[in-house]
T-cell receptor, first 115, second 111 residues
């Protein structure tokens, strides 16, 4: 089974620039998550999709972050404009469902550095 | 109070010893608890899940859950240098259904 694919692996941008990350979940997984992990902290949920609908985006800074999951498969996360505090690893994860017994499978992440 | 709390460490143990990692949580209604292992520069990997009070064993790993005390732990027996990683405790919120992570405990196993 192919895992969760993310690209790019690394990105360095200047503040106020824009950036986009891409995620392809495990085939057949209905639920897709974007997490932000700042160095030394645990992952923080930004947005959760069930198929192509948003289940939770309460912690997504909507003035600068946006995400979409067209056709219920791939997803993109965009930051515009970026701030220094956005420097983090952005992890995409997918699961077969939303129940207690649906473990999350994580991609390798995109490490973003904002200078 | 943080929703999921862990001591950031580092926790240093000699090879062959038992490593004990602890986690407390604030949501008394939570029913599902997970331990993820994260190697430096890598993504989190699920290693244990536990849903009932008591112990759950899987190889060298034992997860322990005490819902009354809102406490979950992970024991690693016969620790190996390859166990050196950050261990993340995650709790499924009963209110929101979101998986909430602690900050992680860094474990160092010294040969």
């Amino acid at each position: 089974e192919a895992g969760v694919a993310q690209s790019p692996r690394y990105k360095i941008i200047e503040k106020r620039q824009s950036v986009a990350f891409w995620c392809n979940p495990i085939s057949g997984h209905a639920t897709l998550y974007w997490y932000q992990q700042i160095l030394g902290q645990g992952p923080k949920l930004l947005i959760q999709f069930q198929n192509n609908g948003v289940v939770d985006d309460s912690q997504l800074p909507k003035d600068r972050f946006s995400a979409e999951r067209l056709k219920g498969v791939d997803s993109t996360l965009k930051i515009q404009p970026a701030k220094l505090e956005d420097s983090a690893v952005y992890l995409c994860a997918s699961s077969a469902g939303t129940g207690s017994y649906s473990p999350l499978h994580f991609g390798n992440g995109t490490r973003l550095t904002v200078t | 109070q943080k929703e999921v709390e862990q001591n950031s460490g580092p926790l240093s143990v000699p090879e062959g010893a038992i490593a004990s990692l602890n986690c407390t949580y604030s949501d008394r209604g939570s029913q599902s608890f997970f331990w993820y292992r994260q190697y430096s520069g890598k993504s989190p990997e699920l290693i244990m899940s536990i849903y009932s009070n008591g112990d759950k064993e899987d190889g060298r790993f034992t997860a322990q859950l005490n819902k009354a005390s809102q406490y979950v732990s992970l024991l690693i027996r016969d620790s190996q240098p390859s166990d050196s990683a950050t261990y993340l405790c995650a709790v499924l919120s009963s209110n929101t259904g979101k998986l909430i992570f602690g900050q992680g405990t860094t474990l160092q196993v010294k040969p």
